[in-house]
């Protein structure tokens, strides 16, 4: 149940982050390089695939988004208060995973909106793909920041203190 003094929760760490700044709306970012270098037929499949992201991510928004809404804020305000009510580190761990992703799950619904609304192709969807990237990864190097101060300051005060 130690969380900030196992290796293994850093690896996933590091892990879930590199995998949501990989996927851009569900889509690799390899494949929006590919579709920006070589155009033509790599560019049509890349607005196909966010095409096809965009209406699920929206769709499944529509039908259960108040559901998930509920959910997500219940399971984070359970690990919120198990993490600082009652010093679970383990929950503490799992907050300081768990509210920035929902963060990016807000960006990203935000973002297929947009794409939604605006229709954009070539350049422009680039533009708002590398957007929504770029924001992604800000908000990942703020959280893996914020997690690792307070990994540091919990394993020296659990070390220090013994309790």
Known sequence: MRSFSSIWFWIMLATVWSMVSHH?????????????????????DLEDMVRINVLRRLRMVDQAGIWLLGLGCFMLTGLLILGWV?????????????????????????TAKRIRAEGPQGEALFR??????????SVAMAAIFVTTLWGMYRTLSVGVLGS
């Open 86 to 110: 009652y010093w679970i580190e383990l929950a503490q761990a799992l907050f300081l995973l768990g509210l920035p992703l929902g963060f990016v799950a807000l960006l990203s619904l935000l």
């Open 128 to 137: 708002h793909l590398h957007r929504h990237r770029v924001w992604v990864q």
């Open 24 to 44: 851009v709306l569900g889509v690799p970012y390899h494949m929006i390089a590919a579709a920006r270098r070589q155009g033509g037929q790599a560019e049509q």
